[in-house]
């Protein structure tokens, strides 16, 4: 079974900053792109920022320039480095990777992890 496991959510202040972790595991033998996602009460999930495998990013108008994708790749880890935080970032934040993987029966080339994380909270006040 492949399990991402997302950390280092917390509570800070409005300017504030968090690092976020993004481990995986599993039957994985390749990964292309890796998304970070939030989810806020009573909206939609929305992409954050995303890495390739060759390193490109792209980033959300709303955080570019205050969050940083990185990835880690001989660990399989991704971290969100999010600075000057807002309370309009506050929300469950997600990985995602897509690339080739087995689960169960079956194996996947460039999909998206069928699963989810648990996500971590992340609570910015003003």
């Known amino acids: 079974q492949v399990q991402l496991v997302e950390s280092g959510g917390g509570s800070v202040q409005a300017g504030g900053s968090l690092k976020l972790s993004c481990a995986a595991s599993?039957?994985?033998?390749?990964?292309?792109?890796v998304g970070w996602f939030r989810q806020a009460p009573g909206k939609q999930r929305e992409l954050v920022a995303t890495?390739?495998?060759?390193?490109?990013?792209t980033y959300a108008d709303s955080v570019k320039g205050r969050f940083t994708i990185s990835k880690e790749n001989a660990k399989n880890t991704w971290y969100l480095q999010m600075n000057s935080l807002k309370p309009e970032d506050t929300a469950v934040y997600y990985c995602?990777?897509?690339?080739?993987?087995?689960?169960?029966?079956?194996?996947?080339?460039?999909?998206?992890?069928?699963?989810w994380g648990q996500g971590t909270q992340v609570t910015v006040s003003s």
């Open positions: 995602n990777p897509d690339g080739n993987y087995c689960e169960g029966y079956g194996c996947y080339v460039k999909v998206p992890f069928r699963s």
């Open positions: 599993g039957r994985i033998f390749r990964i292309n792109t």
């Open positions: 890495v390739e495998s060759g390193g490109s990013t």
